[in-house]
């Protein structure tokens, strides 16, 4: 997914940049990057770093008093390098993206046939946040050129503009990723994560809107083109990507998950011994778990934070599934005997949940139940890239749904309605491959009871293969 920062301040930014980009890190393991602008010598200060063997702090850590400036921006990105800095009719811009644009060929191609061409290649691929960037510059304005790139693109694109003198942001059309403001005495930022703000004394003071688009200075946060009325923001924030501490469309992403565990532990009617989240993202769901059903959290499993505090992502997937082992530790005195269990936040290829259920076992466990935040994933993203891959057929639940069907795009709608023949035997199908006890997915409705947000403002595509109305124009 990604994340990213900006501050413009009275004085020189660069630590509340660094510090601020650092807490966007559970978003992103591929790359990162700052810029700052130094008024007094009129450039852009910028750098960008692979993250895929090491930390945001380690690789800027030493080159943070290159940062000149009170006003800047950085990115914590699964995608391609940036920031990327433009020279154009508009002026020098830096521009960071929260984006997953899926109509890329065809806007390249409509670029090319208009002359403008591509400085930026990642991977022998046109760099994403440059192809924004272009689209922007086809506006007179910063305003109607956000405009312009929102008409233009399918899938999604929250951005960052730095400029000489102050920070615009840009919500994606839709809401579909987050962005905050905070401000203090003589700064104001921006960031996707509101988490970012509590340490670097800023007061969450809101949300942009769906297509909201603000400029922010040293002295105030002013609105260029007002938000939309449909909002499609990801169920996933709350599901998985959030932070505990952070606060989307004002719910809180700890009370969402404590709220959907202590829903499905108040009716679920297994008898077990404790119940535990799967680190890091299902101890939320976990600990309501518990207090629904009556039964003590124990902590059966745990990650080996010293070296493990996320997963880097390896090139081999190999390599993936033997960082995704050997970070969680089963804890054989709290499993033995005991029928734990578990909380997880989701299911899709589940390569992991094999070994941890094997590992489970292996340690004591008597019975290992598993229950998942939200329901089984039946289609790839189309917005934000959360499941998307080079096929559906990568989602466990497609490649059974094909075993059964002999097609595995048959009867997806009813194999996506919970309590249906055909759901309970996707269930079963999947509790049979992990060998577990029992297995229960969270239903839709109680999802979004959690959030907390009308149903309509809620993207739940991957779940249930639906749009909004907003979608359909598409």
């Known amino acids: 997914m990604g994340g990213f920062m900006g501050v413009a301040a009275r004085k020189e930014c660069r630590n509340d940049l660094f510090y601020g980009v650092d807490y966007h890190s559970h978003l992103g393991t591929a790359r990162a990057g700052m810029a700052t602008y130094d008024a007094e010598d009129a450039k852009f200060c910028r750098s960008i770093h692979s993250l895929e063997s090491s930390y945001f702090r380690t690789k800027f850590e030493k080159e943070l008093p290159k940062f000149i400036g009170h006003i800047g921006v950085g990115v914590i990105s699964d995608t391609d390098p940036q920031p990327i800095v433009i020279n154009s009719h508009l002026g020098k811009f830096a521009i960071v993206s929260v984006a997953y644009v899926t109509n890329m060929a065809q806007l390249e191609r409509e670029l090319l046939e208009k002359g403008v061409h591509f400085g930026e290649l990642s991977q022998g691929r046109t760099n994403q946040t440059e192809l924004l960037a272009l689209l922007i510059n086809e506006g007179r304005t910063f305003e109607e050129g956000i405009a312009h790139l929102f008409d233009k693109i399918e899938g999604s694109a929250s951005i960052l503009l730095l400029t000489p003198d102050s920070v615009i942001a840009a919500r994606d059309r839709l809401g579909r990723t987050p962005i905050a403001i905070g401000h203090k005495e003589g700064a104001y930022a921006f960031a996707s994560e509101s988490t970012a703000f509590p340490n670097l004394g800023y007061e969450h003071v809101r949300d942009l809107g769906p297509g909201e688009v603000v400029r922010i200075t040293p002295d105030g946060a002013e609105t260029l083109t007002p938000p939309g009325e449909d909002m499609q923001i990801c169920s996933f924030l709350w599901v998985y990507y959030g932070f505990p501490t952070s606060t989307y469309e004002g719910r809180n992403v700890e009370e969402a998950r ?9 009716t679920d009617d297994t008898e077990v011994d404790c119940a535990c989240g799967i680190p890091d993202s299902g101890v939320g769901m976990a600990l309501g778990y518990a207090a629904g059903h009556g039964v003590p959290y124990k902590r059966c499993i745990s990650k080996y934070t010293p070296t493990w505090p996320r997963s880097f992502t390896p090139g081999e997937q190999s390599m993936r599934n033997l960082v995704a082992k050997m970070k969680l530790v089963p804890n054989r005195a709290m499993l033995r005997g005991q029928r734990a269990l578990f909380c997880d936040d989701s299911i899709v290829r589940g390569t992991q949940l094999n070994d941890n259920v094997a590992d489970l076992y292996a340690n004591g466990a008597k019975e290992v139940h598993m229950r998942i935040a939200c329901p089984p994933l039946i289609y790839g993203c189309r917005y934000i890239g959360f499941t998307s891959s080079k096929s559906d057929m990568e989602l466990l639940t497609r490649r059974i749904i094909g075993d059964l069907e002999g097609d595995p795009d048959r009867n997806l709608d009813r194999y996506a309605t919970t309590g249906t023949p055909e759901y309970n035997t996707l269930v079963e199908k999947i509790r049979e491959r992990f060998g577990l006890t029992s297995l229960k997915f969270n239903p ?15 993207c739940t595509y991957c779940f249930n293969g639906k749009g909004c109305k907003v979608c359909s124009r598409k």
């Open 258 to 266: 404590f709220a959907s565990g202590f829903e499905m532990g108040r």
């Open 444 to 458: 839709l409705e109680t999802l979004i009871d959690s959030i907390g947000l009308p149903a309509e403002k809620i």
